[in-house]
């Protein structure tokens, strides 16, 4: 490594780096040929780290294409989230509501036990899986479980999964009015 400082070449050499002491302008000379690597560093970390204004334009600007693609998309997951929440709503619309502590319930039966299950959360419900609280209703007292919920387009059916460890999801029905 050389430094030239003052017209005079400063060689970091194997006699110089197994020196113990040193003269102040060896030091001096010393610290700064390690601060000047130190910045030329930083600067190029900065430089790899920051895009240019170039690069920032590129990327925010969309082609006309790819504007109508991206809203296109848009548009059709908007449809698929509408038409989901219009097939619950047919659904739900011949389903008894359970009034119990004030709040409003549907009763979700199965061939072994019952949930009821908030109506706001099956309003809410429509293209996503939800966490949910189950009220279980049993001979002794209620009983509460958290599980998962999801509504299935294809067979307008609740699906409800009753671990939160090993999600598997079972059909279940709204009891009608």
Known sequence: ???????????????????????????????????????????EKKSHRVPSENQIVKKTKYTEEEKRRILEELNARRKRE??????IRAYLSDKKIYLYKGKSYYK???YKQSFYILKETM??????????????????????????????????????????VRVYYKPFEIEKA
Not at 123 to 137: Q, Y
Request: contains cysteine; proline residues 1%; aromatic residues 6%.
């Open 1 to 43: 490594m050389q430094i030239l400082k003052n017209h005079k070449v400063f060689r970091l050499t194997e006699k110089t780096t197994d020196k113990t002491s040193y003269t102040p302008e060896e030091k001096r000379c010393i610290l700064e040929a390690l601060n000047a690597r130190r910045k030329r560093e930083e600067k």
């Open 82 to 87: 509408q038409k989901a929440r219009e097939s």
């Open 108 to 110: 979700v039966k199965d």
């Open 123 to 164: 309003n809410l419900l429509a293209d996503t899986v939800c966490s949910v609280e189950l009220e279980r209703s049993g001979y002794t007292a209620n009983r509460r479980q958290k599980g998962f919920i999801k509504w299935d387009m294809s067979s307008k059916r609740i699906l409800i999964s009753l671990s939160n």
